[in-house]
Nanobody, 114 residues
């Protein structure tokens, strides 16, 4: 069992920044990917970024150069630094932990105003 707790969402103006955090508890391995997905109203959930020890960090094209994912394995915590936010980044952001299955956090709302 893995539990994921996100924090750091909120309302920000376009061009601003936010930092999301996700703390994992339970049986967590640094070799399994942790990451972020997002889901906007009326759209499917989509990958934002993932990170795992020994593997390349993976970013969706629409966040490259603006978002940075990082991970503190000692704390079992993953972060998403989001810069130069756009209104189209508005979504619920979900933390994930992947083994053979995917564990999800409860989600945190990010709203970017124009």
């Amino acid at each position: 069992q893995v539990q994921l707790v996100e924090s750091g969402g909120g309302l920000v103006q376009a061009g601003g920044s936010l930092r999301l955090s996700c703390a994992a508890s339970g049986t967590v391995s640094r070799f399994n990917a942790m990451g972020w997905y997002r889901q906007a109203p009326g759209k499917q959930r989509e990958l934002v970024a993932t990170i795992a020890s020994g593997r390349p960090t993976n970013y969706a094209d629409f966040v490259k150069g603006r978002f940075t994912i990082s991970r503190d394995n000692a704390k079992n915590t993953v972060y998403l630094q989001m810069n130069r936010l756009k209104p189209e980044d508005t979504a619920v952001y979900y933390c994930s932990y992947q083994t053979g299955a995917i564990w999800w956090g409860q989600g945190t709302q990010v709203t970017v105003s124009s």
